[in-house]
C-alpha cells in the first residue's frame, strides 16, 4: 500500500523525470528513517553507524535533506529508558551517528573542503532567496503544502493523525520516532517565504508508510467480531479507492509527457529563424538555446524589466515561458513585483510581435517575441 502511495504520488512521479537531486535526496532520506527505526528496536553501533552515514549521505546530495538527522536524534530518544538515570554511554551512541553522517557529508561533498567558502556563501543565498521571496512562489506556505499535500495523497493524508493518535494511545515510540521527520520537516518548510512541491519530496515515502499504516490501524479500531473481520478485509480495498485521485493525477501527468514537448519544438524553430548572433533575452523554463546563439543571455523572468527596457538594451528578440510569466497570473499577489511583472508582460503581448507561440499537453508554453517593429 505504501509503495502504491509512492509510486502514484503526482510530484514524485513529475520529479523522478528530471536529472536533479532531489529524488536522491528523498532516497537517502527514507532510508535514514529506516535506519533510525532500526535504533529504536535494537539500537546497535551498526544502527547508529549506518543511520549516521545515511543522513550525511542525504545531507551531500541536497542540503535540506540533512535535516532528517531529527528522526535518529528521535529513535535515540525512543530507545532510552528515561525513568532510569543518564549514562554518558548512551550518548556515545548519538555523537557517533553524528560524526558519521559529518564523515559522509564531507565525502560526498568535497567542495566543502577545497573551496568552503563558495559553499558556504551559494547556501546563504540560496537561504536568502528561500527566505525573502521568490516571484510566483512565494506567501501562504502554510496553506499551500497542506493544499499539496492533499492533492499529491487525496484522503490518505488524513490517515497520518490517525497514526499519530494511535502511536499516542499505545505509547508506540518506534512509530512516534518515525513521525518526527516529517512533521519537523514540514514545519520547517513553513518557515520560509518560498514554496514549491520539490522540496517536500524528502517526506513523500515516510508520509506515505505513516499514513498506510494508519488506515489499517483505524480498521483494528473496529469492535470485535464480524464488523471487525469486515474491516480488516475491506481495508485493502478502501487504500486502493483512496489512491485513485492521486493515481489519476500521476497518469495524467506521465501520458502528458510522452507527446511533444513545447521547449523542444521551440528550440527547433529558434535554430531554424533566428539569427546566431541575435540578441535573445529568454526568462527560465524557456528552451535552451545558448549552445546555438552565443547572443543568448538567461534571466529569471521576463516582466522585472519594461518594454522600453529591453529596447534600449538592444535586445531584439524574448523568450518568454510559461512556466515563469504564468505564475503571476495564476498566483496573483499584490506585492509591487508581482503588479509590476503583469503590467510588464501585458506591455510585451501589446508591443510586440509574437513570432510563433508553442504549447503542449502538459500546459507548458514558449512565446518567441520580436522586440523591433
Known sequence: GAAAAVALNPDHVFHSRFVAPDVIATFFATATVLAAVGIAKKGTWRDYLLAGVLTGLAAGTKYNAGLVFIAVAAAHVARLDLRSPFRPRDLLFLIGAAAAAAAAFLLSTPALIVEPGTVVGAVLGIGRTYGTGHPGQDGGQVVWYARNIWVTFGPLALFFAASAWSAMRRKDRVLAAAMVFPVVYLVFLCLFTVRNERVMLPVVPVFAVISVAGAFMSADLVPSGAPARWA???????????????????FACSRSYAGPQAQAEARQWIDANLPRDARIVV??????????????????????????????????YLVASKDAFGRFYTDPGSSAVYLTA???????????????????????GVIVYAVSP
Not at 483512496?242 to 493525477?249: E, F, G, H, I, Y
Open 232 to 250: 480488516r478485509t475491506a481495508a485493502p480495498a478502501v487504500l486502493a479507492a483512496l489512491l485513485v485521485v492521486p493515481a489519476a493525477r500521476a
Open 283 to 316: 526568462e527560465n523554463y524557456g528552451p535552451y538555446v545558448f549552445d546555438t546563439h552565443p547572443g543568448a543571455t538567461a534571466t529569471d523572468y521576463l516582466g522585472h524589466a519594461s518594454a522600453d527596457a529591453y529596447r534600449d538594451e538592444g535586445v531584439e
Open 342 to 364: 503583469r503590467d510588464n508582460y501585458e506591455s510585451f503581448r501589446k508591443e510586440f510581435r509574437a513570432l510563433a507561440t508553442f504549447t503542449d499537453a502538459t500546459q507548458h
